[in-house]
């Protein structure tokens, strides 16, 4: 993977996509659309490293169901340039699954390729059930077809960063979604 280190540009720059505020109220009522279809059971959320730490943080305390974490990590190769779909897990879940209603939380559903590989991944695992949780969901750019079950935000093919989600790990404390001005970035 080619790895040249671009230059800082200041978030202020960028134009907002999605304010603290429009996320703050969506992200509720996500978690009240959960909290109410999974009323009297428990859940365990599992994060994918590191874009939706954010997400999840917020999105778990609109929860009001019981819930437990775990998180998993992958990298992927060639999504941008080559586009071979290759994704590999780097950190696996600490406690089992099996029997559990999961949901899975990420950032970001782009070409879905990500989230087909976890899904089948956690579903070798036999949980009771198994949903799926974006903050944003672009769907033009889907290579394989994969639907969330709860997404926060629909938005067009950009390149956003800020509320967890990089731009070469940059901008993930960027309390707002905000459009990266090289749109999209060279390698995505
Ligand atoms: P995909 O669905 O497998 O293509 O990959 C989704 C992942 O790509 C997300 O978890 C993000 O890490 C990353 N990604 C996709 N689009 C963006 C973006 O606009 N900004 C930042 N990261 C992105
Ligand atoms: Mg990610």
Redo the contacts with the bound molecule.
């Keep these: 993977m080619v790895s040249t280190v671009p230059e800082f540009v200041s978030p202020d720059v960028m134009e907002v996509l999605l304010s603290k505020e429009q996320i703050a109220e969506r992200v509720q009522a996500v978690g009240e659309q959960i909290s109410a279809e999974y009323k009297g059971q428990s859940i365990v959320l599992i994060g994918?490293l590191k874009?939706?730490a954010i997400f999840l943080a917020d999105l778990a305390r609109a929860i009001k169901v019981d819930n437990t974490f775990d998180f998993v990590a992958v990298s992927?190769y060639g999504?941008a340039r080559v586009s071979s779909g290759a994704?590999k897990l780097i950190k696996d879940i600490d406690n089992p699954i099996e029997g559990r209603h999961v949901i899975l939380v990420?950032?970001?559903?782009?070409?879905?390729?990500?989230?087909s590989y976890l899904r089948g991944l956690m579903l070798q695992h036999k949980p009771a059930s198994l949903k799926i949780a974006t903050c944003?969901d672009?769907p033009s750019?889907r290579?394989v077809p994969i639907e969330a079950d709860y997404a926060c935000f629909k938005i067009p093919n950009?390149?956003?960063?800020g509320y967890g989600?990089?731009?070469a790990e940059r901008y993930r404390g960027v309390p707002d979604i905000r459009l990266?001005p090289d749109n999209?970035p060279a390698g995505?």
């Design positions: 994918v874009g939706a992927s999504r994704v990420e950032d970001i559903l782009d070409t879905g390729l990500t989230l944003l672009k750019r290579l950009a390149f956003v960063i989600m990089d731009y990266y999209p995505h």
